[in-house]
């Protein structure tokens, strides 16, 4: 009796603990977008009944890192077991939006059919009247009024046709575009079918019958972002706003729609376990081998600052007026943002842009010159303290007073403490260079020739304003011992023999000229030549 008691409660507990399957479909609740992958968080509830219920979240992205799955229950009920899967049936979400796209794609069809049959219709017609122009037979003779009325009603109603048909071919051709589209679409989605979709089965014990809330997160692959930023300033007494934005790319096969966004600078795919050293040994070889080598020497030190890269564009553009909803933490090792206006993105691999913060920094404002490269000037915006806001690598859009001058590139791994952005070009300061043929000559002394070479520059600020401004310039370094470079007149520039720069700092008042020198000679033996000197 003991024995049948036995069986019968374990069978009813197994029974209980081996209770149905559930098949649900979940919305995201919130991204957080690494540089590489993306957590997703999924906050649900469901009415469970009592004993073991398999909770099974369909329709998840293939990308799905197992190991990364969370999960937190109600604490009236037990987690048994947690698992990441692999459907290669595809759910009813997908079957569900194949259908919708099915069901266009038929109506667009009939749509076009009857859009040609009309279009058939009327060419029918404009055949018939112009086959049946002898109206009343060979032997019937017409009078004149007769033929100009048949001959009024054929003109207008071919014209009329004509007209018809013109507009019903337009409506044909725009159904077809929008037929090729879903066409293509569906296409996209058969072809996607083959690639599985995922599911996170969840094994729940409860005592009675109850509602549960979930709590899931897991990371996926296929989701990235970069960096990028908007400099603006509007005028050279007022600071430099910029905006860090994000450029968020996900394929990860599932659409985040709505969500709260979170952007991260960490990295979840790169390991945290610190780094071992581990021996070094080293042994004789038997075979002596050939080897060889290679230094990248240094490389040549530009004049033009490596900030200072545009690309010039005359476009006027308006400010929005969307206001700064962005949170920023700091954490430990990253930062996050916390987005406060809801995304939605795409699983299309596209670039999404998501402004994350504005900040305002102070700037002192310069006019850089380089006149051997450019006759313009460019303004330059010298920011500090930019360290302060942990930024990352990557391409700006610069405005100066409304207008989009160009493009630079923002490098917070760069050791000095103050950031070059240059603002564009400014055509009202010029900078001339010219050669001074009187003072360009050449002498020979006993087996050496002596060059002189001196040039003439011309500033102009044509400004109402006073500016400052920064000329660079060089001359020839030598390699050789037998090469004399001397510097004659530099009217006042600072130079560095090291790299054979020159370089100018002076005030220009308003609608101002100034004229600078500079002349230098290069003696070497006369039987030898140095060209472009």
Do not use: C
């Amino acid at each position: 009796m003991r024995v049948l008691l036995l069986i019968v409660f374990t069978s009813f507990f197994i029974t209980q603990l081996t209770a149905g399957e559930i098949r649900i479909d979940t919305d995201i609740k919130s991204v957080k977008v690494y540089q590489q992958g993306a957590e997703i968080s999924r906050d649900f509830s469901y009415n469970l009944p009592a004993g073991m219920t398999q909770v099974v979240l369909q329709n998840l992205s293939a990308s799905v890192n197992p190991s990364s799955l969370q999960v937190k229950l109600s604490k009236s009920a037990t987690l048994m077991s947690a698992s990441f899967q692999f459907n290669y049936l595809g759910g009813t979400k997908y079957k569900e939006k194949v259908r919708a796209l099915k069901d266009s794609i038929d109506i667009l069809q009939f749509a076009l059919q009857s859009t040609q049959a009309g279009i058939h219709a009327l060419t029918e017609e404009e055949s018939f009247i112009k086959s049946n122009k002898q109206i009343g037979g060979k032997d019937a003779a017409l009078d004149l009024a007769d033929l100009k009325a048949i001959s009024t009603y054929a003109r207008v109603r071919i014209g009329d046709i004509r007209v018809e048909i013109l507009k019903e071919q337009k409506v044909e051709k725009k159904i077809s575009k929008r037929l090729t589209k879903l066409n293509q679409q569906l296409n996209e989605w058969n072809s996607n079918r083959k690639q599985p979709s995922g599911e996170i089965l969840l094994d729940v014990l409860t005592d009675v019958a109850q509602k549960v809330e979930f709590e899931v997160s897991y990371i996926v692959g296929q989701a990235s972002w970069q960096a990028s930023y908007d400099l603006r300033s509007d005028g050279v007494e007022l600071p430099v706003t910029l905006a860090y934005k994000a450029e968020v790319r996900q394929n990860t096969g599932i659409d985040w729609d709505n969500v709260q966004l979170t952007i991260s600078t960490g990295n979840p795919s790169i390991s945290q376990e610190r780094p071992v050293l581990r021996p070094w040994y080293i042994d004789f070889v038997q075979n002596y081998g050939s080897y060889k080598l290679e230094s990248s020497g240094y490389s040549n030190k530009n004049l033009a600052l490596d900030a200072v890269t545009i690309t010039s564009a005359d476009v006027q553009i308006e400010r929005g007026g969307v206001q700064d909803q962005t949170v920023l933490q700091l954490n430990q090792l990253n930062e996050e943002f916390q987005i406060g206006l809801k995304y939605s993105i795409a699983s299309d691999n596209d670039q999404h842009t998501v402004v994350m913060k504005d900040f305002t920094l102070d700037a002192k404002y310069q006019y850089h010159a380089v006149p051997k490269l450019d006759k313009d000037a460019f303004l330059l915006a010298k920011v500090t303290k930019w360290e302060k806001l942990s930024l990352l690598p990557g391409n700006a859009n610069v405005f100066f007073e409304n207008s989009y001058v160009g493009k630079s590139y923002i490098n917070p791994l760069m050791t000095t403490d103050t950031m070059l952005i240059s603002m564009g070009r400014d055509k009202r300061i010029v900078v001339n260079r010219d050669k001074v043929k009187d003072f360009t000559s050449e002498k020979l002394i006993g087996s050496n020739k002596t060059e002189t070479i001196s040039y003439k520059y011309m500033i102009r600020n044509t400004k109402n304003h006073s500016v400052s401004l920064e000329i660079l310039d060089q001359i020839p370094i030598s390699k050789n011992k037998d090469i004399e470079v001397k510097l004659i007149e530099k009217s006042g520039a600072t130079y560095d023999s090291e790299y054979g720069k020159l370089e100018w700092n002076i005030i220009l008042p308003p609608n101002s000229a100034k004229e600078l020198s500079l002349i230098y000679s290069v003696k070497y033996p006369k039987k030898k030549r140095i060209p472009g000197i």
